[in-house]
């Protein structure tokens, strides 16, 4: 079972914010034979902020943090965990970008730590599952296509027009 909450906050026409929380519950019960059966259950909640901070000639900031508490992956509970990610990217003539990325600033965000605990059966383990590195990725982006166009195809989908009016 789980609930989410999201929203989209706009401190200033230069920064939005979206933010989301979401509230889990989880069981979980071993189907096979085997004796002392497993079983667990968790309450857990994820959060994530993400901040979007627009500058003056084309200029762009990005700023994302997560965190994540004790959550059930099968018969493994995943220990909480934090991540946070940063990038700037700059417009150029005809539509064109440049941007760079921070991904996982404090190398927390790829390690996935895990334990195993059956007291019944006299277990307990604990593990730890790297699942990549930090990255910085440089990107350039070229708009293709007739620029003529660009302008007939500025709108919005119902549910952006919805939002902006609540």
Do not use: C
């Amino acid at each position: 079972m789980e609930a989410s909450l999201i929203f989209p906050v706009s401190i200033a026409a230069w920064w939005k914010i979206n933010a989301t929380v979401t509230g889990r519950y989880q069981s979980v019960e071993d189907a096979s034979s085997h004796t002392p059966r497993y079983r667990n259950n968790i309450y857990s909640y994820f959060s994530q902020v993400s901040n979007a901070f627009r500058f003056s000639k084309g200029w762009s900031v990005s700023l994302d943090a997560r965190v994540q508490s004790r959550i059930l992956y099968g018969d493994q509970t995943q220990l909480k965990y934090a991540y946070i990610g940063t990038g700037v990217q700059k417009r150029l003539t005809n539509g064109n970008a440049l941007g760079l990325n921070f991904q996982d600033l404090t190398g927390t965000g790829a390690k996935n730590k895990w334990e195993y605990n059956q007291p019944e059966a006299g277990m307990k383990t604990y593990g730890l599952t790297q699942l990549s590195e930090r990255q910085v990725n440089l990107t350039y982006t070229h708009v293709f296509g007739n620029k003529k166009l660009q302008g007939k195809r500025d709108r919005k989908t119902g549910s952006e027009e919805m939002k902006s009016r609540m």
